[in-house]
């Protein structure tokens, strides 16, 4: 069927389907936050990073407590969450779905992977995936070559010079901050905000589906010294650490990059430092989201679009001695979702989802039918009735080995067979791994038994 016959068809479908709370949903707007731990949000209980625009986000739509990326670095993630596998990229992306069925499809900014800083300095494409758009646009920066306060905060390097600093590719680039004078508008999450604000006024009056990539927090964390201001370091609280918490964790379960291995846990107050300047972008993406509500608002679209706000995966800013991502814990897998639908009540939930189950809801709720080669789930259930459960359990992939989390219990398990179990009820910080704890293993042993069941779902 031609691209032409397929859009003709989902527009007939579209005027003839009696009217829904999904059918009336004419445009999709995504946007993606770049290494956005769920932790870090005003609507996710954190008391000291200021987000009023994700905040006021939340009030409207369903806020999703316990979502899971599928990949926990950048590039399998966005690709599992456009083409809704839990690996790999088979079948129809999601903007390739929507664009035969009639919808203009735009990327602005970071969507699919691209190197960051590299990639932003550049302007270019990374591994973007044309046949995903009818337009993109690309953000540009100077990122850590910004002129100003320069750090680099594990070798303790404090400088405004723009010789010698870590940037793309360098091994210390992702302990870089950099506080400058200026209004913020030379920043590729400004650009992102003005671009998308330019398409929802372009396109307003046909149906689109707009993602929309803010690059902030990721590395390096770049924004206008009076973000910087509002979080001073020396206020900051940094993530508890029991004395031995490692002992417990598998060879195949520490992070890549520690305090120690990094040198960062020679200065503590450099730690510090690290939260006030991931605050400083996290509260800096919010106000450039919070541009693009409000052209949602006065171009009175807000009645016609689902919007959705996720990031890829989480992060580590010194949990148990951890920084960044790549692993199976719980600062990393578990994600911010927020889903605003037009006609659906705002409310929390605690079922458990994945990104994955982004596409074939956005689908349901264009009535447009999910392709074959979609793993995920339909999320609108949830969203009428926020008790709802789709799945027992999330999975999570990371180098050969598997996270599974369920309603209770955390379940890692590594290439090699080594494995932790952590009840997330009573431990939600994962201190004690109860694996090799004889009480729980009849635990254990279930919840081997669901992975097992899962990946099999996963071919």
């Known amino acids: 069927m031609s691209l032409q016959l397929r859009s003709l068809l989902a527009t007939i479908f579209l005027v003839i389907a009696p009217a829904s709370a999904e059918t009336q949903i004419k445009n999709v707007l995504l946007i993606v936050s770049d290494d956005l731990k769920a932790s870090s949000l005003g609507c996710y209980g954190n008391t000291v990073c200021e987000t009023p625009n994700l905040d006021r986000l939340a009030k409207r739509g369903m806020v999703f407590e316990r979502t899971y990326c599928q990949g926990t670095w950048c590039a399998p993630s966005r690709i599992s969450f456009m083409h809704s596998r839990y690996e790999g990229s088979k079948g129809t992306n999601m903007g390739e779905h929507f664009r035969a069925n009639g919808i203009h499809s735009a990327r602005v900014g970071k969507i699919y992977h691209m190197r960051v800083p590299g990639d932003i300095i550049a302007g270019t494409d990374g591994n973007d995936i044309p046949s995903t758009w009818d337009e993109k646009f690309n953000t540009k920066g100077q990122e850590a070559h910004t002129p100003g306060d320069y750090a680099c905060l594990n070798l303790n390097i404090f400088t405004k010079e723009l010789e010698g600093r870590q940037s793309t590719r360098m091994p210390h680039r992702m302990f870089v901050s950099v506080e400058y004078e200026g209004d913020g508008s030379d920043q590729p999450d400004w650009q992102a905000a003005d671009k998308t604000i330019a398409l929802l006024k372009e396109h307003k009056e046909k149906s689109f589906f707009i993602a929309t990539g803010f690059v902030r927090p990721h590395y390096p964390s770049v924004a206008p ?31 890549k990059t520690t305090s120690q291995k990094s040198g960062i846990a020679k200065w503590p107050s450099n730690i510090q430092r690290m939260w006030s300047a991931y605050y400083a972008t996290v509260t800096y993406m919010d106000e450039q989201l919070g541009k693009v509500l409000d052209e949602l608002d006065r171009l009175k679209l807000t009645d016609s679009t689902a919007i959705v706000f996720i990031s890829d995966h989480g992060y580590h800013l010194g949990e148990h001695h951890f920084w960044q991502k790549s692993n199976l814990h719980e600062e990393v897998t578990r994600v911010p979702m927020i889903i605003s ?34 793993q995920g789930k339909n999320l609108v259930p949830v969203l009428k009735n926020p008790e709802a459960k789709v799945r027992k359990a999330a999975l999570s992939f990371n180098r050969g080995g598997h996270g599974l989390r369920s309603d209770r219990w955390a379940y890692l398990r590594y290439k090699n067979g080594d494995d932790e179990l952590y009840d997330m009820e009573k431990d939600p910080e994962q201190f004690h791994n109860l694996a090799k704890n004889k009480e729980f293993t009849a635990i254990r042993n279930e919840m081997q038994s669901l992975l097992k069941e899962r990946l099999r779902d996963v071919k």
Do not use: C, H, W
């Open 341 to 374: 639908v037009p006609g659906m009540k705002p409310g929390r939930t605690n079922s458990v989802t994945e990104l994955m189950d982004i596409y074939p809801t956005l689908s349901s709720l264009l009535g447009i039918p999910a392709p074959e080669s979609v």
């Open 225 to 255: 010294a009076q973000y910087f201001q509002r979080y001073p370091f020396d206020k900051m609280p940094i993530p508890r650490v029991l004395k031995g918490d490692l002992k417990d964790i598998p060879n195949s379960g520490l992070g």
